[in-house]
């Protein structure tokens, strides 16, 4: 879209040739607080038991492979492990799929920091 040239009104905003101002953030800096709260957790418990469930030799992936499924996974349990969000350790199937990937150089290259 073209800038207002001077003199002109910009329809984006309310100044005469200013850019147009960005859009308020979607969620709040304190989203990680959201996710502690009991309704939040027995969510989280929810899907990761539904998740459990779905486990198939070690992985979602034919071959036990690490496929799309597997790093959201992995990096799901990281994340919520890292903000202390959930304790993954009530779902074992889900655990031991990271265990089965934790080797590798790619995933440990970019763990968050302790």
């Known amino acids: 879209m073209a800038r207002a040239q001077p003199g002109q ?3 984006r905003s309310d100044r005469v ?21 009991h309704a939040a957790r027995a969510r989280i ?4 038991g539904w998740l459990e469930r779905e486990v ?15 790093l959201a996974l992995i990096t799901a349990l990281d994340w919520m492990t890292f903000r202390d969000i959930y304790k993954a350790s009530a779902h ?3 655990v031991a799929v990271r265990a089965a ?9 970019t763990l968050p920091p302790a």
């Open 45 to 48: 418990a929810s899907i990761f």
């Open 9 to 11: 009104r910009d329809r």
């Open 92 to 94: 074992p199937a889900l």
């Open 101 to 109: 990937h934790e080797g590798r150089s790619s995933l440990k290259a």
């Open 56 to 70: 198939r030799d070690g992985g979602f992936s034919p071959g036990g492979g690490l496929g799309l499924s597997e």
């Open 17 to 37: 040739g200013a850019p147009a101002r960005l859009p308020a953030p979607r969620w709040p800096p304190d989203r990680g607080q959201r996710l502690r709260g």
